[in-house]
């Protein structure tokens, strides 16, 4: 598994700093973010390390692994599998929040391993929300563009959640980020949510920002949505506002 990381000139010595988990979308690798959404300029201002998963395992061969772009190789989702044949390898997130989170501190020491926050696109704007929602207090801060929101309801939630996870939904609840806010009971969590109003997958209802916000307003958990006008799915979009998330980040992971 290949990952990246942004080390900014301020880890000197033994300084500890806040550190951001980036996930990316389907079709991605690590690379996409590091070379796309000019992240650096705002990691080096606020101080923050900043790592970069891929978006699925890597090395292994699954019959059906590479017949489409929105499952299997690049598709992982953030979850664990439960579905044969894709349970052995496919666990993502048991990857993202144990080995590589506890890998990346031990092999960095400039990481405040109480100051980590997490932020997304798309399908890693949903695995920043679930990682954050099934960890209560593993993120201190949680920030999304694009998420799909409410997997369970949408073409490409479905599909994967159908195939990794099976068909019983019961399930699919427990990786399902609109789900999980209706019952979570962690330490205090602002949700911040990114939309651009243009984004073609938002108007196919792949994305589905309003159930995930009606469902924190319901569950009283803070959420904000920016809907940004003329805006598609793209990286000049998550160019764009990046400063934005990183503000957002350092203002609850640097108080
Ligand atoms: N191949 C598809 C488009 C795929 C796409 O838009 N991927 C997004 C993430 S979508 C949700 O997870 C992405 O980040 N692409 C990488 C990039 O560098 O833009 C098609 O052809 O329609």
Known sequence: MNFSIYIPPQATGDVKLPAIFYLSGL???????????????????HGIIVVGPD??????????????????????????????????????????????YNLVQQAFNNID????????HSMGGHGALVSTLRNPGLYKSVSAFAPICNPSACPWGVK????????????WVEWDATELVKSYNGPPLTLLIDQGAADTFYKDKQ??????????R??????????????????????????EHFDFHAKILKA
């Open 160 to 171: 994967a959640f159908t195939g990794y996870l099976g068909e019983d939904k019961n399930k």
């Open 27 to 45: 079709t991605c690798t690590e690379q996409n973010f590091i070379t796309k959404s000019g992240f650096q300029r705002y990691a080096a201002e």
């Open 113 to 120: 391993a109480n100051r980590i926050g997490i932020m997304g």
């Open 207 to 216: 994305l589905l920002p309003e159930n995930l916000v009606k469902a924190c």
């Open 55 to 100: 978006t699925s395992p890597r090395g292994v061969k699954i019959t059906g692994d590479d017949e489409s772009w929105d499952f299997g190789v690049s598709a992982g989702f953030y979850l664990d599998a439960s579905k044969e044949p894709w349970s052995k390898n496919y666990r993502m997130g048991s990857y993202l929040n144990n080995e590589l």
């Open 218 to 243: 319901a569950a009283e958990v803070p959420v904000i949505l920016h809907l940004r006008d003329g805006y598609d799915h793209s990286y000049y979009y998550i160019s764009t506002f990046i400063g």
